[in-house]
């Protein structure tokens, strides 16, 4: 019934590890995303993909690296993360590339800790 | 500029009040939607709204309703008799396209609906 899903839901590490969020949607769409939603509640997109090509690629840091194996799949992966990165990172999709009108569908967030 | 404001960062109110949430959008586009979005304290981003450009008359769905006006850039979000399930945060967003489509979310106000 899910339909976007992330894994996992809670990250707890240390700063200076790699970790990865993984992100499944079964709603056939053809774009995905993941943004990022500070402690102050501010969401903010860092990148988009359509069936395994990076469309949008905001300033992120290039620690930050998506990885889009098929469509249905869009996984984060961070390295040597900081304590900045502590947040709570949601997946999203949508149906069509642009087009202003179809919304996008979130995922559940996955809340990194970083001590 | 492509920027949504929400300038309540906070509202309280009683139970059974009519709380009305303010967005205040700019956009170079002269075709465009907007978006509103739900965050209940258990996280997710649910998906309430969308409108567009050409469409000025007000929506109304239960006890949520939405005014939106061209003339000064508002698309505001009005709660009739505030429940308890209410309480959230409320996102204003407004997609553009940049390669694919992005949102561009307002900072959310935190609404609170006390018994």
């Known amino acids: 019934d899910t339909a976007v899903s992330q894994t996992p839901k809670y990250l707890v590490t240390q700063m200076g590890n790699d970790k990865s969020i993984k992100c499944e949607q079964n709603l056939g769409h053809d774009t995905m995303y993941w943004y990022k939603q500070d402690s102050k509640k501010f969401l903010k997109i860092m990148f988009s993909?359509?069936?395994?090509?990076?469309?949008i690629n905001e300033t992120v840091p290039n620690r930050f690296s998506p990885k889009s194996p098929d469509k249905a799949h869009l996984n984060l992966h961070i390295n040597s993360l900081e304590l900045g990165d502590s947040a709570v990172y949601f997946c999203a999709s949508r149906q069509g590339v642009a087009g202003l009108n179809n919304e996008q569908f979130f995922g559940p967030g996955t809340r990194l800790t970083v001590l | 500029a492509q920027k949504v404001t929400q300038a309540q960062t906070e509202i309280s109110v009683v139970e059974k009040e009519d709380v009305t949430l303010d967005c205040v959008y700019e956009?170079?586009?002269?075709?465009?939607?907007l978006f509103w979005y739900k965050q209940p304290p258990s996280g997710e981003l649910v998906f309430l709204i969308r409108?567009?450009?050409?469409?000025?008359q007000n929506e109304i769905s239960g006890r949520y309703s939405w005014n939106f006006q061209k003339s000064t850039s508002s698309f505001n979000f009005t709660i009739t008799a505030s429940q308890v399930v209410d309480s959230a945060v409320y996102f204003c967003a407004l997609p553009i396209i940049q390669g694919a489509q992005k949102l561009v979310f307002g900072q959310g106000t935190r609404l609170t609906i006390n018994p």
């Open positions: 409108r567009n450009s050409f469409d000025e």
């Open positions: 993909y359509n069936n395994k090509e990076l469309i």
């Open positions: 956009t170079r586009d002269t075709t465009y939607y």
